[in-house]
């Protein structure tokens, strides 16, 4: 009996880590190009627009190039599992970033900017079916990982996220995550094109991000390194 309990336990972690998979490459190829635009909404209505350029290669590195606003442009990010950085023309060299710092301000912080697969950082903890979602419960792989713990509600049909309520180890809410839009993109990618996010710590203010185009590409492994990182601009090419 005790072997059979093992054995069902494995069965159900394998089942949910296909799930998780299959999330992650609904959002996103395992590499490839996009751009987004992230806007932040203060509780007096101002706005403040960013459109970035990002580069993602495998299940822990991503590229990300600030095109607009004036005054951000030129400035990149770097990403490598749990370590970033930010690299600003006029300083010369990468400053170490943490995930729960924001390059934009606003709600978003770095990791949701920069998200890497979920399967990397989480387990799935507890799945249930409900009528129209699944619901699962994530916990982080290991402590370094920006949210301890998420609610995600999944789309059956679609496969992708409905909506993610983000809390720390003391089961703190930090935001909830609203998936909304579906779109198709080509190249056998719908998903949501548009994330809005609210946080209970940041009464009034709001962040929305809107992915405009997302397309397989491989790029090099030398693109992801801190040398590189200054000209993230030749990705584009």
């Given at each position: 009996?005790?072997?059979?309990?093992?054995?069902?336990?494995?069965?159900?972690?394998?089942?949910?880590?296909?799930?998780?998979?299959?999330?992650?490459?609904?959002?996103?190829?395992?590499?490839?190009?996009m751009y987004k635009k992230l806007i932040n909404i203060e509780p007096d209505g101002a706005k403040k627009e960013f459109i970035l350029f990002q580069a993602k290669k495998d299940k822990e590195k991503?590229?990300?190039?600030?095109?607009?606003?004036?005054?951000?442009?030129?400035?990149?990010?770097?990403?490598?599992g749990d370590n970033m950085w930010l690299y600003i023309p006029n300083v010369g060299r990468p400053i170490r970033i943490t995930s729960m710092q924001s390059v934009v301000g606003g709600v978003f912080n770095n990791a949701d900017i920069m998200r890497l697969d979920f399967s990397t950082e989480y387990n799935v903890e507890k799945q249930e079916?409900?009528?129209?979602?699944?619901?699962?419960?994530?916990?982080?792989?290991?402590?370094?990982?920006?949210?301890?713990k998420l609610?995600?509600?999944?789309?059956?049909?679609?496969?992708?996220?409905?909506?993610?309520?983000?809390?720390?180890s003391t089961k703190l809410l930090i935001k909830t995550l609203y998936y909304k839009k579906l779109k198709d993109f080509g190249d056998n990618i719908v998903r949501p094109s548009v994330i809005e996010t609210e946080s209970p710590m940041y009464k009034g203010y709001k962040s929305i991000m809107i992915y405009g185009k997302i397309l397989p590409k491989k790029f090099p492994d030398e693109a992801f390194?801190?040398?590189n990182l200054?000209?993230?601009?030749?990705?584009?090419?």
């Open positions: 009996m005790k072997y059979l309990i093992i054995l069902l336990a494995s069965v159900i972690s394998v089942f949910s880590s296909d799930i998780l998979e299959k999330i992650d490459r609904n959002l996103t190829p395992v590499s490839a190009q991503m590229v990300s190039l600030f095109l607009s606003p004036d005054s951000e442009k030129g400035r990149s990010t770097l990403r490598l079916e409900k009528k129209e979602y699944l619901l699962l419960t994530l916990k982080a792989k290991n402590d370094t990982v920006s949210y301890d609610i995600m509600q999944v789309d059956k049909k679609s496969m992708t996220p409905l909506q993610i309520e983000c809390y720390t390194t801190l040398d200054s000209k993230a601009s030749n990705l584009r090419r």
